[in-house]
């Protein structure tokens, strides 16, 4: 089992939609989340970090963490086309002192249609 | 404050050559990390720097190596260069050890022929 896993896409939405982001992790105790965006060509830009359970708001851009179920989401309200792009989510695994090290999805491929 | 730089932007060598990236961090971050990313292998985590000591290593050959200096900036050498190799690679800054936020660099683009 991938440590952390998020499904590849493409994940189509009309532009003004919700897109919604999903990525579940295998570590339990995992204390840091991160979501990037990473234009086609370009590399990942941080979008939101998040550390406790609920919901952590940043403009259109919303986190979920929930630690029980081991799923961390991003929501993306009123969706541009701007918004298309691969969104990365990274994890830092518990229990590894100085060793830790982000544990990185392979993405979600979003379009957003015009 | 200015972000992340990584030269060259674009390299071109051949299959035996050997390569030198340079990667200056965000000013007043510390950990210095490098990843490789092919299309399909998503983030390949190389080696993390801090405080000129390499803390945390992943699963790659001797051939790729790394170094950082007392002004945190830092290098990454490849040798005996395979076609494989080619990626883009980037390096990521961070305040502390990995744990905190990492903000990426623009990458280098290396080809191998």
Redesign the interface.
């Known amino acids: 089992q991938k440590e952390v896993e998020q499904n590849s896409g493409p994940l189509s939405v009309p532009e003004g939609a919700i897109a919604s982001l999903n990525c579940t992790y295998s570590d339990r105790g995992s204390q840091s989340f991160f979501w990037y965006r990473q234009y086609s060509g370009k590399s990942p830009e941080l979008i939101m970090s998040i550390y406790s359970n609920g919901d952590k708001e940043d403009g259109r851009f919303t986190a979920q963490l929930n630690k029980a179920s081991q799923y961390v989401s991003l929501l993306i309200r009123d969706s541009q086309p701007s918004d298309s792009a691969t969104y990365l989510c990274a994890v830092i695994p518990p229990n590894a002192g100085n060793n830790r090290k982000l544990i990185w999805g392979l993405g979600t491929s979003l379009a957003v249609n015009p | 404050k200015a972000g992340v730089t990584q030269t060259p932007r674009y390299l071109i060598k051949t299959r035996g050559q050997q390569v030198t990236l340079s990667c200056s961090p965000i000013s007043g971050h510390r950990s210095v990390?490098w990843y490789q990313q092919t299309p399909g292998q998503?983030?390949q985590?190389l080696f993390?720097y801090f405080s000129e000591t390499q803390?945390?290593k992943g699963n790659f050959p001797g051939r790729f190596s790394g170094r950082q200096f007392s002004n945190s900036r830092s290098e990454m050498n490849v040798s005996t260069l395979e076609l494989g190799d080619s990626a883009?690679y980037?390096c990521a800054s961070s305040l502390g050890?990995?744990?905190?936020?990492?903000?990426?660099?623009?990458?280098t683009r290396l080809t191998v022929t």
């Open positions: 990390s998503g983030l985590f993390e803390r945390n883009l980037l050890l990995a744990g905190v936020a990492q903000y990426f660099g623009p990458g």
